[in-house]
């Protein structure tokens, strides 16, 4: 079974510019959530999609923002980039949410983002 | 906003020795998670916990489930040098609430 995959792995982008990164979840899983991983602040929640809805989000401003298609790809947008959106964006996919029972999260490789 | 403290930042140890590592939050948690992370690659899985007091191992790895809910350890008995990496605790609330992270250990191992 492939893992979760995710597309660009690297990206570089200059302030002001937008950019969206992609999610391809394990088959069969249908929740997909986002992180944010930096050095200073660690692993931060961004938001999680369900069945094509925003389940939960996280505590990050309106130019984070994602979606979901009906085959349980997601993508993420944000929107006029700042220096310190740099990072590695990670997603992660289970089969009904991040914690039910004994359902398990897996790990994408994640997308470097640099912000120039 | 609820935290996890996870300490040691770093480790450094000798092949062979063993490891202990630990999380603790103010908040109560359902279920704790420790995974480990890879440099270049998204966090793996290495147990995960959702009872207190339960003593869960995975080949070397063992980890338990505070009696309070507020503290998770993670033990890595006889290291080798394929157990460097950063390792990070996780809790959630349960239902469908967002997992938190603590900062993470990373861990060197010297042959």
């Known amino acids: 079974k492939a893992g979760v995959t995710q597309t660009p792995r690297y990206l570089i982008k200059t302030r002001g510019q937008q950019v969206t990164l992609s999610c391809s979840p394990i088959?069969?899983?249908?929740?997909v959530s986002w992180y944010q991983q930096t050095p200073g602040q660690g692993l931060q929640f961004l938001f999680e999609?369900?069945?094509?809805?925003?389940?939960n989000k996280g505590n990050f401003p309106g130019r984070f923002s994602g979606r979901q298609f009906s085959n349980s790809r997601s993508e993420m947008n944000v929107s006029t980039l700042e220096l310190g959106d740099s990072a590695l964006y990670l997603c992660a996919s289970s089969l009904v949410g991040p914690i039910e029972s004994t359902d398990t999260q897996y790990f994408g490789p994640g997308t470097r983002l640099t912000v120039l | 906003g609820q935290q996890l403290n996870q300490s040691p930042q770093s480790m450094f140890i000798q092949e062979g020795e063993d490891v202990s590592m630990n999380c603790t939050s103010s908040?109560?948690?359902?279920?704790w998670l420790w995974y480990k992370q890879d440099p270049g690659e998204g966090p793996v899985l290495l147990i995960a916990l959702y009872k207190a007091g339960e003593l869960t191992s995975n080949g070397r790895l063992t980890a338990q489930f505070g009696i309070t809910r507020k503290d998770s350890f993670l033990n890595i008995s006889a290291s080798i040098p394929s157990d460097v990496g950063i390792y990070f605790c996780a809790g959630s609330q349960g239902g469908s609430e967002k997992l938190v992270f603590g900062k993470g250990t990373k861990l060197t191992v010297n042959p």
């Open positions: 088959s069969g899983h249908r929740s």
């Open positions: 999609y369900f069945s094509e809805t925003q389940r």
């Open positions: 908040s109560i948690f359902n279920t």
